[in-house]
């Protein structure tokens, strides 16, 4: 991943680190030693931007490529929040958060049906009223919810006016003191 940083461009070094960190291929540390044996004139200075933004909790590319693209337009999302009720209770773990904003990033197989129908995976229909379900779960709790598709990333500009609109809604919500 490190050596990913010095050759490629940074979204490459990055997904590839969120990757290997989530399924404890590597720890932190272990990408910093490495980033420490590179001499500056090779480029760490590179290589530890990169290791700086990696994530383990990130769990695809599209949510890496989302992250990061929210970070460079100002915001700081959080990762894989867990969402609860007012009495404690598990709502929903969604992809990031930001400024109350729940982004989740779709791909297609998340509504595509698996190839043996036996094997107990639900019809895409099914999955379809599910999310919507979650959805509603979550907008109850006064999130707007924001979903980002694979060539949404390649205009970041789009996604981050979603944010910032759904971010009045969010402060629209806010209870004024009396």
């Known amino acids: 991943m490190v050596r990913t940083a010095l050759t490629m461009v940074q979204d490459c070094a990055v997904v590839a680190g969120d990757a290997a960190l989530h399924r404890g291929l590597v720890t932190l540390a272990d990408l910093m030693t490495e980033v420490a044996a590179i001499s500056p004139h090779q480029g760490r200075g590179r290589a530890m931007e990169a290791v700086l933004l990696m994530d383990s909790r990130s769990e695809s590319v599209g949510e890496s490529r989302t992250r990061l693209a929210l970070r460079r337009l100002g915001f700081q999302p959080d990762s894989q929040v867990v969402l609860r009720d007012s009495d404690g209770r598990f709502v929903a773990r969604v992809d990031l958060v930001v400024d109350g904003v729940v982004l989740e990033f779709d791909g297609l197989v998340k509504y595509a049906r698996q190839r043996d129908a036996e ?12 999310e919507k379900r ?21 205009r970041p500009g789009l996604i ?19």
């Open 119 to 130: 094997d107990g995976a639900p019809d895409p229909e099914e999955v379809v009223w599910l």
């Open 134 to 154: 979650r959805e509603d779960a979550i907008r109850r709790l006064g999130h707007p919810v924001e979903r980002v598709i694979w060539n949404e990333l390649e």
């Open 160 to 178: 981050g006016a979603r944010v910032r609109s759904a971010k009045v809604l969010v402060t629209a919500r806010v209870p004024r003191p009396a």
